[in-house]
């Protein structure tokens, strides 16, 4: 998916976003805020990157076994 949002290197953002809904140990939306600020500051902001971010917390599935 990272791809097609054309940004080759954003699987691991995607991964972030799952990770942060799948095991709620920050709040998935205020992450993403930080994470957004993170790469501001850095001056890397790729508005890619949060859409690799909300695509991994809106498709994170949660299963029970």
Do not use: W
């Not at 791809?3 to 939306?29: H, K, W, Y």
């Amino acid at each position: 998916q990272a791809i097609a949002l054309n940004n080759e290197r954003g699987a691991n953002v995607v991964m972030l976003g799952a990770m942060m809904r799948a095991t709620g140990l920050i709040d998935s939306q205020e992450f993403g805020v930080g994470l957004t600020q993170y790469f501001e500051k850095k001056g890397r902001h790729n508005p890619s990157n949060d859409a690799c971010y909300q695509f991994g917390v809106d498709h994170c599935v949660i299963t029970k076994t």
